[in-house]
């Protein structure tokens, strides 16, 4: 029974393989769906522009592209070559630009030189060596009756005025620069012994302490440019800060240079000196405007 | 020679050359049979419009891949089978019964009526046959494909594809009374 079905079924398997079978018949009479024409559309359409891109690139000749590469590989190199100048450049400017925007009120300040400027890591470790007389507040006002920053970034800083940092390449550059502005300097009369400051000679070795200039020049970027000019309206010269150093008659020419020298004497820990000299100051300019600090050094 | 009388593989060689005519020489030849694969497949127009537009984009796209190990209608139906095999993965749904499968039966007129009435129980008793039966019909019936090249398009045994066969037509005469 089941052998009869079995071969019955290969039997109509066969007839229906050889297309004798009715249902193929009836399956190919009523099956005649067709592609909706739409999406013929959207075929042709695309196997048409496929094709039409395709024979566009293909009969434009390879020649045509064989400057491509070379271009490309020039462009590269002259990007490449930009780049790297434009890095270079920013190296090298930017440090200077910071190093000048961030130290530059220190100068006026202090009088440090500029090669110590330069280094802000060296002014920001410095130990405050300057006696806590002053309060924070205090030293904080100081700086802004000292000098205007304008005048700091453009006057030439005199070396001999501030204590040399501990680096023996740096003290030679103070040397040097420093013989150079005795040099370019006419010759001066002695000092004074009682306005004498003191100061340490160029060449001396310098002592941690006397790296004072290091803790004003970073409280000088906030310093207020237009409170200073205020107090002290006047640029300056080169000439007055040099002699702030030097026991000179010339720093008492002017009120500024003046004021300068008694604060350099402050901050150096000559206090006696700086109270002297804020004395003799107080007689000759008794109703100009002090710094904070040396008012704290009036009232003594 | 004309464009009609060339093979399959040369057609589609030449429009790989780009040859836009040779294109629509063998796009007419084949695309009804496919689209009524399709359709039959997956009883549904949407998704059998959806599968022939990837299936010949496909092949649009790859025409320059094309070699003609196989005749060609072995090559776009292989396509087409794994797209519906990936269609049935893809929603996991049992393949039911579609009437839109089927011609409808109103528009036809009354002396043909029995045998329109006839021709949508096949349409629907195919519909209703497993995928596996219903698509080894289909291929037999749409493009008249032997047992090998059935068994190479759906990857599967010639023996296996005898059964689905044998299995296949038993039901439809039993569901047409042939039987």
Redesign the interface.
Known sequence: MGENNHAS??Q??DD??N?D????Q??????K????PE??Q???S???G???K??KS?SSPRRSRAWFKPLAAVATVVLGLALTLDLLQDQAVVPVEKSVQYNAPAASENSVQPQIREQPAVTADAPKTRPSKASDADKASRPEAIAPGSAAESEPVVPDQVPEPAAPARREQASKSTSQAQAQQPPQPAPAPETQPSPQAPSEPVTPDQNNSAAPSARAQDRDLSERDLILPDNPPAAAQQSAAKPEPEYRESAQSWIRHIVFLADTDQTAQAVSELRGFREKHPNAAIPAELQDLERR | MPAAELSDAVLMRRYAKGNTAAFETLYSRHKDALYRYLLRGCNSRDTAAELFQDIWLKLINTRGHYKASARFSTYLFTLAHNRLVDYYRRKRITPVISPEASAPVEDQPDSRLARVQQAGRLMAAISALPFDQREAILLKEERDFSLDEIAQITDAGRETVKSRLRYALAKLREELGHG
């Open positions: 079924d290969d109509a398997l229906y393989l297309g079978d009715a249902l193929s009836l399956y190919a009479e009523q099956n769906e067709k592609t909706p999406l013929d959207v075929i042709r695309a196997a048409t496929k094709a039409g395709r024979q293909d």
